[in-house]
């Protein structure tokens, strides 16, 4: 059983899996900072203060994301797997949008790669100390 704290980060790091994806032209919706957070024994749900929200939830090397972006009206759920070092992840926008991507960590280093169905590809390195690079 995770405790309260791998939940949380597990989200995070889930939900950071997002963030690059704004940065591509595919119109995804992105994570805006959280107001307030509720959390329970396998669920995380937070609010951005705007009317968007996303929930996330930890079966095993599962994780199950929802949300919706106030901004852009779109709802989008991802999945994804881990395996090891390696986190396989896809997704879907309510428009129709999709994304697939992959994520391996090594060390304090975060590698990801994805593509989103209108042809958008990219690669986000982040650091801990260093924060985030976008190709």
Not at 1 to 7: D, R, W
Not at 11 to 29: K, R, V
Request: net charge positive.
């Amino acid at each position: 059983m995770m405790t309260p704290i791998a939940i949380l980060r597990t989200g995070l790091l889930s939900a950071a899996l997002l963030l690059p994806l704004c940065f591509a032209q595919a119109a995804i919706p992105s994570l805006k900072p959280a107001n307030t957070c509720v959390r329970s024994a396998f669920v995380l749900r937070c609010e951005d203060g705007q009317g968007g929200w996303y929930g996330v939830a930890v079966q095993g090397n599962d994780t199950l994301m929802r949300g919706y972006d106030a901004v852009s009206g779109r709802s989008w759920a991802q999945t994804s797997t881990r395996l090891g070092r390696l986190q396989f992840f896809s997704g879907l926008t309510s428009d129709g949008n999709l994304w697939l991507g992959r994520t391996r960590q090594l060390g304090w280093n975060v590698i990801s790669r994805f593509s989103t169905s209108r042809g958008d590809h990219a690669r986000t390195s982040c650091n801990r100390v260093a924060g985030c690079e976008w190709r």
